[in-house]
């Protein structure tokens, strides 16, 4: 129990805590911003989203110029001729794409965005989905400013919050979102990047490229964003983190247990195609927090062990909570500072039982 405390603090010591309290990646305003930007966006049935995010992105404040490449990937609702009045209204800003058929084995959404990739105009790409949207107008900017991060990168990683909404459902994906982001942010920022979100990720069309675009694992249902930077990386493609508030973006959550569950089972299941190291530094980080919660499950009968049980416990809670808030603030996602002990046991405990789903049934479902 106390080893996996100490592997805890180390995991806190040198990527969290550090990440929480790191300066500003970019400023605000002005900036060296001289290359146009193909902003992607992948969209199935979302008109209602769209209708939102659209007006958003084209209010982007961006001077050097960028389009928005429409995706329609088999809508059966107005998706294209709302798309068709947008291109009207903003010629050569709006562009739409539409797929009609995925061939038999591929996967549906890499499969549009590898058309709509083709489809672009620039060489720098940003990517966002239908249901989400930029927190500012500042977001397209921000963003890429993080290429000329560390003498120039190939790749841009960003962080999407969810949105806020009443019940415990939303409390626990918000709080896994910040772990998760706590962990792909900080272990990029150190040098060690293994994923990133695609709903708020850049990279240029030579970094795409460079991967072979999706096709080591274009018939793997998930993994768009986060094998596609393990691809990159393979390829000695350099990766810069873009984590302030003003370059989010703010998405919409899951409102039921089983649409969230399937969500996560998609998302877990590229885990497996990551590199060794990187499976090695996320499993034992989650490994430490899982068997720290059953070593006091086995201990706790024992009469013997409570005080020094509750002691560790008692320590450990704090200092975790501290630091989870730390992050919290630093990206901007609320935490329930009382639900924090809750939302971490349910968290992991949920990670466990995830695990053990994805080994007895990887069927996996898009929406």
């Given at each position: 129990?106390?080893?996996?405390?100490?592997?805890?603090?180390?995991?806190?010591a040198?990527?969290?805590?550090p990440f929480?309290?790191?300066a500003?990646?970019?400023?605000?305003?002005?900036?060296?911003?001289?290359?146009?930007?193909?902003?992607?966006?992948?969209a199935r049935?979302?008109?209602?989203?769209?209708?939102r995010?659209?007006?958003?992105?084209?209010?982007?404040?961006y001077?050097?110029?960028?389009?928005?490449?429409?995706?329609d990937?088999?809508?059966?609702?107005?998706?294209?001729?709302?798309?068709?009045q947008?291109?009207q209204?903003?010629p050569?800003?709006?562009?739409?794409?539409t797929?009609?058929?995925?061939?038999?084995?591929?996967?549906?959404?890499?499969?549009?965005?590898?058309?709509?990739?083709?489809?672009?105009?620039h060489?720098?790409?940003l990517?966002?989905d239908?249901?989400c949207?930029?927190?500012?107008?500042?977001?397209?900017?921000l963003?890429?400013?993080?290429f000329?991060?560390?003498?120039?990168?190939?790749?841009?990683?960003g962080f999407?919050?969810?949105?806020?909404?009443?019940?415990f459902?939303?409390?626990?994906?918000?709080?896994?979102t910040?772990?998760?982001?706590?962990?792909?942010?900080?272990?990029g920022?150190?040098?060690?990047?293994?994923?990133?979100?695609?709903?708020?990720?850049?990279?240029?069309r030579?970094?795409f490229?460079?991967t072979?675009?999706?096709?080591?694992?274009?018939?793997q249902?998930?993994?768009?964003?986060?094998?596609?930077v393990?691809?990159?990386?393979?390829?000695?493609q350099?990766?810069a983190?873009?984590?302030?508030?003003?370059?989010?973006?703010l998405?919409?959550?899951?409102?039921?247990?089983?649409?969230?569950?399937?969500?996560?089972?998609?998302?877990?299941?590229?885990?497996?195609?990551?590199?060794?190291?990187?499976?090695?530094r996320?499993?034992?980080f989650l490994?430490?927090?899982?068997?720290?919660?059953?070593?006091?499950?086995?201990?706790?009968?024992?009469?013997?062990?409570?005080?020094?049980?509750?002691?560790?416990?008692?320590?450990?809670?704090?200092?975790?909570?501290?630091?989870y808030?730390r992050?919290?603030?630093?990206l901007?996602?609320?935490v329930?500072?009382?639900l924090?002990?809750?939302?971490?046991?349910?968290?992991?405990f949920?990670?466990?039982?995830l695990?053990?789903?994805?080994?007895?049934?990887?069927?996996?479902?898009?929406?």
């Open positions: 129990m106390i080893a996996c405390v100490l592997v805890q603090l180390f995991y806190a040198y990527f969290f805590w929480a309290r790191r500003p990646e970019v400023p605000a305003g002005p900036g060296p911003d001289t290359e146009p930007v193909s902003i992607v966006v992948c049935n979302e008109l209602d989203n769209l209708r995010l659209l007006p958003l992105l084209l209010q982007q404040d001077p050097a110029g960028f389009e928005v490449v429409l995706i990937d088999r809508s059966h609702d107005d998706t294209y001729l709302y798309a068709q947008l291109a209204y903003h050569g800003k709006v562009r739409l794409v797929i009609d058929r995925t061939p038999d084995g591929f996967a549906p959404k890499k499969y549009a965005l590898t058309l709509g990739i083709k489809a672009t105009r060489a720098r790409l990517f966002t239908a249901d949207i930029p927190v500012t107008n500042q977001w397209l900017r963003m890429q400013r993080g000329s991060a560390g003498g120039g990168a190939d790749l841009v990683l999407s919050a969810y949105a806020e909404a009443p019940g459902l939303n409390q626990l994906i918000r709080y896994e910040l772990l998760t982001a706590a962990q792909y942010l900080s272990f920022w150190r040098g060690w990047p293994y994923m990133g979100v695609g709903r708020n990720l850049a990279y240029t030579s970094c490229t460079a072979k675009g999706f096709a080591t694992h274009i018939r249902l998930s993994g768009d964003d986060d094998l596609l393990q691809d990159a990386v393979r390829q000695h350099r990766v983190v873009v984590a302030d508030a003003p370059a989010h973006t998405s919409v959550p899951a409102t039921t247990w089983r649409g969230w569950w399937r969500q996560k089972r998609r998302h877990l299941s590229a885990g497996r195609a990551y590199r060794f190291a990187d499976r090695f996320v499993g034992t490994a430490a927090n899982v068997l720290f919660y059953l070593a006091a499950l086995v201990l706790l009968p024992s009469s013997n062990n409570w005080i020094p049980l509750v002691l560790v416990c008692i320590l450990r809670t704090l200092f975790v909570s501290a630091v808030f992050l919290s603030r630093r901007n996602q609320s329930t500072v009382g924090l002990p809750v939302l971490d046991v349910v968290y992991f949920q990670y466990l039982a695990g053990i789903s994805l080994f007895l049934n990887r069927t996996l479902r898009w929406k």
